[in-house]
């Protein structure tokens, strides 16, 4: 059973820092695309970044570039996301994907979902 499980969220004031991680387990996913997307109070889930575990090339929303980096550790079985730079616009909630197709996981269609994780940015 694969099971992607995040962590790292927290409250933090504008300009900070945070560091998500999302452990994955129950499958080997070197051929696997995996990412990142949120969702907002009110808003409609949105894509932030994904990564293809294979060869590591990464793909960002524009919103983001430049400030949030993805990136996975293949020991650990997992994927990070590093989030500098934060604006109070980045309040959501951050969801880990996984997905054989690239494609598909930037369709909003991946296979699995982890249960999500609160970031929270003050002005």
């Known amino acids: 059973q694969v099971q992607l499980v995040e962590s790292g969220g927290g409250l933090v004031q504008a300009g900070g820092s945070l560091r998500l991680s999302c452990a994955a387990s129950g499958r080997t996913f070197s051929s696997y695309a995996m990412g990142w997307f949120r969702q907002a109070p009110g808003k409609e889930r949105e894509f932030v970044a994904c990564?293809?575990?294979?060869?590591?090339?990464?793909s960002y929303a524009d919103s983001v570039k430049g400030r949030f980096t993805i990136s996975r550790d293949s020991a650990k079985n997992t994927v990070y996301m590093q989030m500098n730079s934060l604006k109070p616009e980045d309040t959501a909630v951050y969801y880990c994907v996984a997905d054989p197709e690239r494609t598909r996981l930037l369709r909003s269609l991946a296979d699995y979902w982890g249960q999500g994780t609160q970031v929270t940015v003050s002005s």
């Open positions: 990564i293809r575990w294979s060869s590591g090339s990464t």
